[in-house]
């Protein structure tokens, strides 16, 4: 069965510092891997996207890393600001033409930045 | 939250109504999809559409129904709400199969179903 795990559930820092979020997957066939962010109330938003062949993608203060041989991601967040206060959710995708049924959510990181 | 509504954006009903929720995209994406969130559950998918009048169940699609009849309208009818559906439900919009590289998922706002 495909499965995702992240972790840690939650977690709190101060803001300026710099958090991972880790991300297990299995996956199989591998085709992508998606990060989202979600605000309280509202829907995921998209951070990265990364295919088998990338092991590493930036987005402003957000870097997502790849190792597709361990299957496993990490979403490193920098200079923290009180606005990355959400849920992270890692997504995977296998590579299985013809469904959209085959990507794998899982529950999130909870982040919350406070002063 | 890339051209997409969702009406209601809560609703209370009693177990055993009916009920429908509508999404509306402006973008004239191919594909839509209904998921549900749940607690300690990530998003599961419930139905999607590949085109007017084309669609297919997800993962989690018992006692739901869907219909689009036009690119812009993807509606979700729950026949007979029971507790169970109690749920925030989102619509999805991509202009290539979600599940593909090219195919990076919109969402709406969600909508907050109560079944009491």
């Known amino acids: 069965k495909n499965q995702v795990e992240q972790s840690p559930q939650s977690l709190i820092i101060l803001e300026g510092k710099n958090c991972t979020l880790q991300?297990?997957?299995?996956?199989?066939?591998?085709?992508?891997l998606r990060w989202y962010k979600q605000d309280t109330g509202r829907g995921p938003v998209s951070l990265t996207i990364?295919?088998?062949?990338?092991n590493t993608k930036s987005n402003g203060r957000y870097t997502a890393t790849l190792d597709a041989d361990t299957k496993q991601s990490s979403l490193h967040i920098t200079a923290s600001q009180l606005s990355d206060s959400a849920s992270y959710i890692c997504?995977?995708?296998?590579?299985?033409?013809?469904?959209?049924?085959?990507?794998?959510f899982g529950t999130g990181t909870r982040l919350q930045v406070t002063l | 939250d890339a051209g997409i509504t969702q009406s209601p954006r809560h609703k209370v009903t009693e177990t055993g109504t009916p009920v429908t929720l509508r999404c509306h995209q402006t973008?004239?994406?191919?594909?839509m999809y209904w998921y549900r969130q749940d607690p300690g559950h990530g998003l599961r998918l419930i139905h999607y559409s590949y085109g007017v009048k084309d669609t297919d169940k997800g993962e989690v699609s018992d006692g739901y129904s869907v219909s689009r009849s036009k690119t812009e309208d993807f509606l979700l009818t729950l026949e007979s709400a029971t507790s169970s559906q109690t749920s925030v439900y989102f619509c999805?919009?991509?202009?290539?199969?979600?599940?593909?590289?090219?195919?990076?998922?919109?969402f709406g706002p969600g909508t907050r179903l109560l079944v009491l």
């Open positions: 973008e004239n994406h191919r594909y």
């Open positions: 990364m295919t088998f062949s990338e």
């Open positions: 997504v995977v995708s296998a590579d299985k033409a013809g469904t959209a049924s085959k990507l794998t």
């Open positions: 991300c297990n997957y299995t996956v199989s066939p591998f085709s992508n």
């Open positions: 999805a919009i991509s202009e290539s199969m979600g599940a593909s590289p090219g195919g990076a998922q919109y």
